[in-house]
């Protein structure tokens, strides 16, 4: 794969949280912990170089959220944004979501390339002409001017989570949108600020009986009544919103039975889910626990029809991982185009590939060494013990502060994106 772009940031506000293509792929927005939206836009192939697909560019960058504080609860929200969600185009404007921990917006990016000129009641500076001095009337006409990217906030939707919002996901109606936080899932009109449905509700009446909580949820790809949400003990509920209002009696329930021989102490922790996604023919779910990704046939509950390992030599590890806190990480996972690949990250900047067809995995390293314009990326190894070869790498010299918990893949090529803490890389396949 190819590198074309990167864009090098360095301060902590700067590290990436999360990154999302939209629908044609020709725009990439990422959301950082500073509370901004960057959003890059693929340049048209030029005519005398045909090789070169388009590079992304920054297009637009603009400050989505805050820092507030909830003087109620003395606490304070973060402006991270958490998660970004476009909406399909349905005209010269692009609406595309954004949310940090208790507030999601509704964002409307447009183009402007021509202002109008030659008002009858103001000057060219804007200042109200003196009714007096009016002699003429005269005709508006639109002029040229430079390319603006205006970014305009057209919703905000406040005030319905009192814990933080993990996943929000476009229904494929395009008219509603739900938001999950810990215990409850909401459901949104685009149209309706101040007030949401509530679809889930898993807050038990008291709380020292809770158990577990929501991690991430998200619509079904072509089915608005259907959605599936995971939870931190490792299962997966699939909801019908036809067959009750209130969705807590699930329709479906995947779990895998645990195997007794690989009890630990921090079994619990590491089966909670981080991410659960849809395959884009809507027939397969895809779930990210703390070692490895599983593939769900919709129609087997019992357990999933495929297991990859994405860090397995890490089982010895868990221990000084609990320790400095990185057992909690919440890594993603992402489909390619035609559900036949799976991507997810891992440590010291590595990101895994899984093959479904032929079974292949690969390790690959997203780094400045790699970055380089027309730079191959090479398959990394893993050595747990014994003799180490030169081009492995042994599991002790893993640098767990250099973690990729955040990827995307462009919805029809294979072009990947990498969030690697501040830096975004992107990859793609090398044109022959």
Known sequence: MNYPDESIYGKKADIISTVEFNHTGELLATGDKGGRVVIFQREQESKNQVHRRGEYNVYSTFQSHEPEFDYLKSLEIEEKINKIRWLPQQNAAYFLLSTNDKTVKLWKVSERDKRPEGYNLKDEEGRLRDPATITTLRVPVLRPMDLMVEATPRRVFANAHTYHINSISVNSDYETYMSADDLRINLWNFEITNQSFNIVDIKP?????????ITAAEFHPHHCNTFVYSSSKGTIRLCDMRASALCDRHTKFFE?????????????IISSISDVKFSHSGRYIMTRDYLTVKVWDLNMENRPIETYQVHDYLRSKLCSLYENDC???????????SDSVIMTGSYNNFFRMFDRNTKRDVTLEASRENSKPRAILKPRKVCVGGKRRKDEISVDSLDFSKKILHTAWHPSENIIAVAA????????????
């Open 327 to 337: 057992i909690f990480d919440k890594f993603e996972c992402v489909w390619n185009g």
């Open 256 to 268: 895998e039975p645990e195997d007794p021989s690989n009890r630990s102490f921090f079994s619990e």
């Open 421 to 432: 803490t501040n830096n975004l890389y992107i990859f793609q396949d090398k044109v022959n």
């Open 205 to 213: 009446a008291n709380m020292e009986e809770l158990t577990e909580v």
